[in-house]
């Protein structure tokens, strides 16, 4: 059975989804269960490499029994030069040459060169999130995100992949297939979806530390509604961080943004916050998840974050703030909240 999925809000002004599992779509992302063209081809490899090996295995079964209970004529058949020169050379070169044929020419989509592209992304993976530069025609960043990319569906998004410090691994299971992002070099690969929905992605290499919790979100909207999303960012950039219908409560926390060092680590677009540290807030209150894909995006799992992100995932690189009391904690949620 497929993972629950979600339709993405209506770009701009919703926020996010609600509940953990459609906020992740299913935890741990599925493999078997393609949604694009990249990953199909590797489901459609994968199941016949499964149906190969049960074979194989009846096969050495079969064998098993004849050795140990067959009767004499067939254990001498068996064990003759002729059943180790067919069985044990002839027919694996045989089968594995075809299978070899057959799965290069079944995913020659995931490494010929891309044709048209409907946009392209650059995915860079940290100690322990990703981050992410929607680019332009001229390949320079146009928007920054983090831990979320944002794509139409239907249509190849082409994708950059780098490392700012260890070996990671990008894999979003149902888009495309897993490549590593080795620091010092550029990746490319290739994903699409072909319907609505929010897609669950993993780091597949390990990285140290809470490498089991950095997780990824991919959300495909119908191409109309991509468009109308891209455009609310790129006006997003253009302004001051926004105000709320609880103005007070977000600028006690704007200014606690400030004043206990948020904004060392963390970039705001619109105010004096430009660290480059830590995931990029500009749009972290419509974000599906937290905590790299973690945990839904809601104003309690904030609080428990920025109060102590350290008791959800231990090891990551933000400190704890448990000397915040309740209403700072509340304020700072407020905030974050704001930021669409």
């Known amino acids: ?21 459609n906020s992740l779509a299913g935890w741990p992302p599925p493999v078997l269960d393609p949604a694009g063209p990249f990953a199909g081809s590797i489901s459609t490899l994968s199941w016949i490499l499964f149906a190969m090996g049960v074979g194989v295995l009846l096969v050495v079964l079969v064998a098993l029994w004849i050795a140990l209970f067959g009767k004499e004529r067939l254990r001498e058949r068996l064990g003759g030069s002729k059943a180790i020169w067919i069985g044990g050379i002839a027919f694996p070169v045989v089968v594995l040459s075809v299978l070899l044929v057959y799965g290069l020419t079944l995913t020659r989509n995931l490494t010929a060169p891309p044709g048209p592209v409907a946009m392209k992304a650059r995915i860079t993976g940290e100690m322990w999130w990703w981050r992410v530069d929607y680019l332009g025609d001229n390949g320079q960043p146009q928007l920054r995100d983090a831990n ?23 894999w979003v299971p149902r888009l495309s297939g897993k490549l590593d992002m080795i620091p010092g070099r550029r990746n490319v690969m290739k994903i699409q979806a072909d319907k609505p929905g929010v897609y669950g992605g993993q780091c597949a290499e390990y990285c140290g530390g809470p490498h089991a919790l950095m997780g990824f979100v991919v959300v495909a909207h119908e191409p109309a509604d991509f468009a109308r999303w891209l455009a609310a960012r790129k006006q997003r950039l253009q302004q001051a961080a926004p105000a709320t219908a609880t103005p007070a409560s977000v600028s006690r926390g704007a200014q606690l943004f400030q004043s206990t060092g948020c904004a060392a680590c963390h970039r705001v677009a619109g105010t004096e916050a430009n660290g480059l540290a830590g995931p990029d807030l500009t ?21 428990g974050w920025i109060g102590n992100s350290q008791a959800i995932k231990p090891g990551n690189r933000m400190p704890p703030y448990t000397m915040l009391p309740g209403e700072d904690l509340q304020a700072l949620a407020d905030y974050m909240q704001a930021q669409k």
């Open 148 to 170: 979320e990319l944002h794509i139409p569906t239907g249509r190849t998004v082409l994708l950059e992949l780098e490392s700012n410090d260890v070996i990671h691994s990008f």
């Open 283 to 303: 749009h972290i209150g419509t974000r599906q998840s937290l905590g790299a894909g973690i945990l839904p995006n809601n104003r309690g799992t904030l609080i």
């Open 1 to 21: 059975m497929s993972p629950p999925t979600s339709t993405p809000s209506a770009p701009g002004n919703a926020g996010p989804v609600d509940g953990l599992a």
